[in-house]
């Protein structure tokens, strides 16, 4: 019976640390789905991008005030999270604050873990009022309907709760160790600084030891399995840009942005029409060897290619390319953040199609263009990159909707009427314009 408490503990760790590792063979199989692309280049501008943008939170502080909030919650949370070796160490062994013998540097990073820990909790209730009292307006778009709110507030009351159940822990440990409790005590004085649980603790000074080390025993392993909780509820919510964040910066686009993806095969069907000296009808050299797509562009999900889908799954739902869309404010369907969103549970869907058949995909009569995303919203972009731009984490949506553009034009012949004018205009005139090629120097005359 002495040692049931580590068993339990084991048990506990050994089963969330297992079901994260499911769910993420899960998540690496969906965004595999993608196509292959080659991102091997520009590898030290990629290092850079990630140390900057996702490590270095650079384009979160644009905006002031919801970016300096999220940099407190975030080096809160990897600092306190520092604490949490400590937690599984004394849950397996039995001890209690195994790191003590750090002396001084100890109560330093323990006073560190509270105060980070308290502003944490501050931040993440001025996010809750931010998005509930004050109603920003990105966070109240109609594709936010449902989960994606819910799963947004959810996400701030666990929060909420694991900072209070982290203080609440030290408070009853710093109670216990002033009253000399067997086992928390110690000759030395009392162990770590409490700089903010010190004002919690006076609350429990009339509570009885056995009660107190009920009710620490109940705040540690609650903060403890509410964090093994949160780490496999990442999968399923819009979090997991946490996990994400670095790889997709990384990955993330290093061309110049107004730079868009030409398809080989029709380059080198547009290199043989403007040589003079070609014969239209002789084999090209190596046609043996040219991949020949199956598709023009994208239709569904897997026509994307794997960096595309990872970027679903990265999206965090912030809204701020949404905000930043000129199409979106001149009241255009179009809705950057709804593209990664119906993107992601496109995927989504394809992987659950795959695990309820045994590992194969059976038709399930959809695809990500018209089911998800329609093509009066592709058609509204202006290519202006504002939403690329304004991504903090290096989301490429434009990446998407050009793709499934270029399947509109290629393979269903689906372009708007005045984009056919002005291609039909381009292939016979060279120019937008319906005029005759003899004429366009004509202008130099009025």
Known sequence: MQYLPNILFLIALLAGIGFFAFNVRKLVRNIKMGRD??????????????????????????????????VLVYLGFVII???????????????????????????FLIASFEVFGFLVLVGVILFWLRRNIIRIKRFWHKELNGWPKLDANLILYFEMVIMCLFLTMNAADLQLQLQGAEHYSSSAGITGSFPISQFIAPFFENMDISSLIILERTAWWLHILGILFFLNYLYYSKHLHILLAFPNTYFGRVRPQGQFDNLQSVTDEVKLMMDPDADPYATP????????????????ATDLNWVQLLSAYTCTECGRCTSECPANQTGKKLSPRKIMMDTRDRIEEIGKNIDD????????????????ITPEELWACTTCNACVEACPVSINPLSIIMDMRQYLVMEQSAAPAELNNAMTNIENNAAPWPFNQMDRANWINE
Do not use: C
Request: net charge negative; aromatic share 10%.
């Open 37 to 70: 692309v080659d991102v091997s280049d520009h590898k030290p501008q990629r290092w850079k991008n990630m140390a900057k943008i996702a490590l270095g939170q650079y384009k979160m502080v644009r905006r002031p005030v919801s970016g300096i909030i999220h």
């Open 81 to 107: 999270n520092i604490e949490v070796l400590e937690i599984i160490i004394d849950g397996l062994f039995g001890t209690h604050r195994i790191f003590s013998f750090m002396g001084g540097f100890y109560d």
């Open 357 to 372: 058949n045994k590992g194969i995909f059976k038709d399930d009569g959809k695809q990500l263009l018209n089911d998800y």
């Open 285 to 300: 050299e190596g046609e043996d060897d040219l991949e020949v797509p199956a598709k023009f562009g994208a239709s569904d």
